[in-house]
């Protein structure tokens, strides 16, 4: 079955580079995600990346994607206390329902 | 747009009790979901409907766990009896034709005691 893995916490400096690391396991997927959800508050799509693509760029967002790996990163640069977050990985399954990792913590300390 | 729609906020309720969790999509987007989060388990997908039909329950945890949606605007989670379980916050989401953003809502926590 699917499963999608991350590392819980990531503790960063501002200003620094964060790196959040989630394996997937579903091959078909043809979408993958990543997900920000600050406290008390629902998930907010942050950004996404096609199947067939091994890079995007967003600003201070860059996704990269390794096929042959099933790995994919979200590197935020210049990380600031704003960003302070759970971030999920996610990949669709037959197109629809997303399946997500339980999310990265992370916390930018000043 | 006012987004997706949850309601209550948040609801605690003593063991056995019967507890309906309410959903308003985006006006337009055909499919709707249900999800749970939890520490232990992270974000569970319960159910989710396209075109107001169920497509796929198997994430339903037991029998006291229901979900309808009767039309396009609007959809319940009903957990019947309830336990402490079942203690979490219940996220609706939505998403359009395109397929691929889900919007959520800001969430249900229910606290089962």
């Known amino acids: 079955g699917e499963d999608v893995e991350q590392s819980l916490f990531l503790s960063v400096r501002e200003g620094d580079s964060s790196v959040i690391n989630c394996t997937y396991t579903?091959?078909?997927?043809?979408?993958l995600y990543w997900y920000k959800q600050e406290p008390g508050a629902g998930l907010q799509l942050l950004t996404y990346?096609?199947?067939?693509?091994d890079m995007k760029q967003d600003q201070r967002l860059t996704v990269l994607l390794n096929k042959k790996d099933k790995h994919l990163s979200l590197r935020i640069a210049d990380t600031q206390t704003g960003d302070s977050a759970i971030y999920f990985c996610?990949?669709?399954?037959?197109?629809?329902?997303?399946?997500f990792g339980k999310g990265t913590t992370l916390s930018v300390s000043s | 747009d006012a987004g997706v729609i949850q309601s209550p906020r948040h609801e605690v309720t003593e063991m056995g009790q019967e507890v309906t969790l309410r959903c308003k999509p985006i006006s337009g987007h055909n499919s709707l979901f249900w999800y749970r989060q939890t520490m232990m388990r992270g974000l569970e997908l319960l159910i989710y409907?396209?075109?107001?039909?169920?497509?796929?329950d198997s994430g339903m945890p037991e029998d006291r766990f229901s979900a309808k949606m009767p039309n396009a605007s609007f959809s319940t989670l009903k957990i019947q009896p309830s336990e402490p379980r079942d203690s979490a916050v219940y996220f609706c989401?939505?998403?359009?034709?395109?397929?691929?953003?889900?919007?959520f809502g800001p969430g249900t926590r229910l606290t089962v005691t």
């Open positions: 989401a939505s998403t359009g034709t395109s397929g691929y953003e889900q919007y």
């Open positions: 990346i096609f199947s067939n693509m």
């Open positions: 409907f396209n075109n107001n039909v169920p497509i796929d």
């Open positions: 996610a990949e669709d399954q037959a197109g629809t329902a997303l399946i």
């Open positions: 579903d091959s078909s997927s043809t979408y």
